[in-house]
């Protein structure tokens, strides 16, 4: 067996290919899925074979710009065509063929959505059909026709479930749980206490439903607080891999639709989240607080309970967020305000920290002199 080299990559086994490799397409494809034009004076009808980034594209591959900091990648790309917006047309090399679009990315998204189907959403993990033998299903579950379910899963009594949808290896589906159509639920992940919409996706490991996290403290001990709402989970939303929402303690916790949820995502009960939000991983929101439509937190943010953040607002990453936020605003630091703000307090404090370092400076030559 060959020693690698430095700097080698050393596979023992082929190469595998995850996703099927796409069929060839031409130009007239790309621009009936991604509703781009082909720049003034761009000819020429390549045949594609694949889809990539810039830096790695050949002839026979499409790519796109869409963050200005790759113009350079763009200017030395081989690749065959690639999307792009009108600004940045005339850094495509000569070589390549150039289609316009106002956003590039969501039209290479379109492209790649038609040529890997199956990258969309999570797929059984034996590539099987149908409700396998080692399933453990209640005899009292409801399952419509079409749905999948993988080796290890459990489903619990009276738990429904829409034709389309996928119960990956080892998921729990509690007892009188309701799942719409055309959904994806992956491995190891569990579900109880829950509503689910159609076409939601959730991802390894993400826990639904458990109990929140409700004690009434006192000096003598803390008691339990019974958790007794539900989650509820409306259609088109993901949640990433190991993410947990907690039932509500005396009303719902609800997930609106549309909204997108990253990885190791923590949300406390009573929370309700508005339509077409993004939670970026590792942020925790505490209980009750509400989240209005397509409002955004970064990662690794924090949001205390109780709060109202403001339709289309944006909380930045590392965000200690203690106050409600207004909508459409923009908000950071710790404790978290405007972003103006948070900019002329980081101003300002340089400022000091630039003038007492020269009064230092100052002072130590001064008793040199002396």
């Known amino acids: 067996m060959k020693k690698p080299t430095a700097g080698e990559v050393f596979i023992i086994m082929s190469e595998p290919h995850f996703f099927k490799p796409a069929p060839s397409f031409g130009i007239s494809s790309i621009l009936e899925w991604s509703g781009a034009k082909r720049a003034d004076g761009a000819t020429g009808n390549v045949t594609f074979r694949d889809v990539g980034p810039l830096d790695q594209a050949g002839p026979h591959t499409l790519s796109f710009l869409d963050n200005p900091k790759y113009i350079d990648a763009l200017r030395t790309t081989k690749a065959g065509a690639c ?175 549309g909204t997108k949820i990253d990885n190791l995502v923590q949300i406390g009960h009573n929370v309700v989240i508005g339509r077409h939000c993004v939670i970026v991983a590792q942020v925790g929101i505490s209980g009750s607080t509400h989240m209005g439509d397509f409002a955004a937190a970064g990662g690794q943010a924090g949001i205390t309970g109780h709060l109202k953040i403001g339709p289309g607002a944006q909380i930045g990453a590392q965000a200690g967020v203690m106050h409600d936020v207004p909508a459409g605003a923009r908000w950071g630091g710790s404790p978290a305000r405007p972003m103006k703000e948070l900019y002329r307090t980081l101003v300002g404090v340089e400022k000091l920290l630039k003038a007492s370092q020269g009064k230092a400076k100052e002072g130590a030559t001064n008793q040199q002199e002396d």
């Open 83 to 257: 999307l792009v917006g009108a600004k940045y047309a005339d850094a495509v090399p000569s070589t390549t063929i150039a289609l316009i679009v106002a956003d590039p990315y969501s039209a290479f998204a379109r492209v790649v959505a038609h040529l890997y189907p199956d990258a969309m959403r999570p797929q059984s993990s034996f590539a099987s059909r149908g409700v396998s033998p080692s399933a453990f299903v209640h005899p009292d579950a409801r399952l419509e026709a079409g749905v999948t379910v993988d080796p290890g899963a459990v489903i619990g009594p009276r738990a429904e479930i829409g034709s389309g949808t996928l119960i990956g290896a080892h998921v729990v589906i509690g007892a009188d749980v309701r799942i719409g159509r055309d959904c994806a639920i992956s491995s190891h992940a569990s579900l109880v206490h829950c509503l689910i919409g159609n076409r939601v996706i959730i991802h390894a490991g993400a826990r639904i439903g458990q109990d929140g996290f409700g004690f009434a403290m006192s000096a003598r001990g803390h008691l339990k607080v019974p958790q007794i709402g539900r989650v509820i989970i409306q259609d088109d939303v993901e949640i990433g891999a190991n993410s947990t929402i907690d039932r509500g303690a005396n009303r719902d916790t609800i997930i609106g639709e």
